[in-house]
């Protein structure tokens, strides 16, 4: 005679942020808004332009227009840029004895040159950010019409 199976049943942990909301992978999000893709589906291009981003991705229709991405894009760009720049800089200035001139032809196109090609993946990482954490307008609970279909409106008590 069969003896009855155990079975363990296991939950997984909840999958809503402190505000209620379904959690967003943070990680996911970004690196798909630094590869400068919706964060929601990975598919939609974030930009149609240099810096300016879409209202909406036009695969899956996520509203990306709350964004408040502001100066945060360049502030970044430029920790990340001269936390490169200037120590190489001072290195090869100490290891060589390179004109003032030749320091300049170096250093002035690849700070260019990196500020250019980082500004525009930090602002689509920090848009997916900001999506992510449901920052700004992305928390769209006041306004239920705005909520994708499966999510619960919450009113306070
Ligand atoms: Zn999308």
């Given at each position: ?115 250019l090609a980082l500004l525009r993946p930090i602002k689509g990482a920090l848009i997916a950010l900001q999506w992510a954490l449901y920052m700004h ?21």
């Open positions: 005679m069969d003896t009855p199976v155990e079975t363990t049943v296991w939950q997984s942990p909840p999958a809503e942020n402190q505000l209620g909301l379904p959690k967003r992978n943070v990680w996911q999000a970004m690196w798909r808004g630094f590869r400068c893709r919706c964060p929601q589906c990975g598919e939609g291009k974030l930009f149609n332009g240099y810096l300016t981003s879409v209202p909406a991705c036009s695969i899956c229709g996520e509203d990306l227009s709350h964004h408040r991405a502001d100066d945060a894009p360049p502030y970044f760009t430029i920790v990340v840029v001269g936390h490169v720049v200037v120590p190489l800089m001072v290195a090869v200035f100490l290891a060589t004895e390179l004109s003032v001139t030749t320091h300049l032809l170096i250093w002035m196109p690849l700070t260019l040159v990196m500020t307008g992305f928390d769209t609970r006041s306004d239920p019409d705005a909520m994708p279909e499966g999510y619960l409106r919450i009113d306070p008590a």
